[in-house]
């Protein structure tokens, strides 16, 4: 699941940032990359509290 989500963001984000004209390759580079990671640890604190109920 967390797969699939963190693809969705990497391809909508740069497709956004073209439709309202900005560079594209902005989208792609890190602040993809920091979105993922924040998106990672969010699902990985919910799972662990979900477990440890």
Known sequence: ???RI???GQH??????AR???D???GSGPLATIIQDVLSLVIYFVTVS???L
């Open 12 to 17: 909508l984000f740069p497709w956004c940032l």
């Open 6 to 8: 963190e693809t969705a």
């Open 24 to 26: 594209p390759a902005f």
């Open 1 to 3: 699941m967390p797969h």
């Open 20 to 22: 309202i004209g900005r």
């Open 50 to 52: 979900l477990l440890a």
